[in-house]
């Protein structure tokens, strides 16, 4: 069993940036790690991933602008986040990604206001 932790969540302006950050209880080091985001009425979506070997795909919503890195020796992955609009107010969830199983944690929101 897996927990994982995001923090960095709340409340800016349209145009300024926030970090979250996402801090598992075991080691993350030879798995998947990503960032989604739930916004209200809409479905669970892919923002960022991070392979174990470093690979890293971006929506295209947010391209430019989201950074996603990771620490292992940590155990945290970051979500980087510049220049946020309006619309990328939601949920932000982390993933961890095991062979059998995915964990999620328990979100934290994400408002930018116009």
């Known amino acids: 069993q897996v927990q994982l932790v995001e923090s960095g969540g709340g409340l800016v302006q349209a145009g300024g940036s926030l970090r979250l950050s996402c801090t598992a209880s075991g080691s993350i080091s030879a798995n998947t790690m990503g960032w989604y985001r739930q916004a209200p009425g809409k479905q669970r979506e892919l923002v960022a991933s991070?392979?174990?070997?470093?690979?890293?795909d971006y929506a295209d919503s947010v391209k430019g602008r989201f950074i996603i890195s990771r620490d292992n020796a940590k155990n945290t992955v970051y979500l980087q986040m510049n220049s946020l609009k309006p619309e990328d107010t939601a949920v932000y969830y982390c993933?961890?990604?095991?062979?059998?199983?995915?964990?999620w944690g328990q979100g934290t929101q994400v408002t930018v206001s116009s």
């Open positions: 993933r961890l990604d095991r062979p059998l199983f995915a964990y």
């Open positions: 991070i392979t174990s070997g470093g690979r890293i």
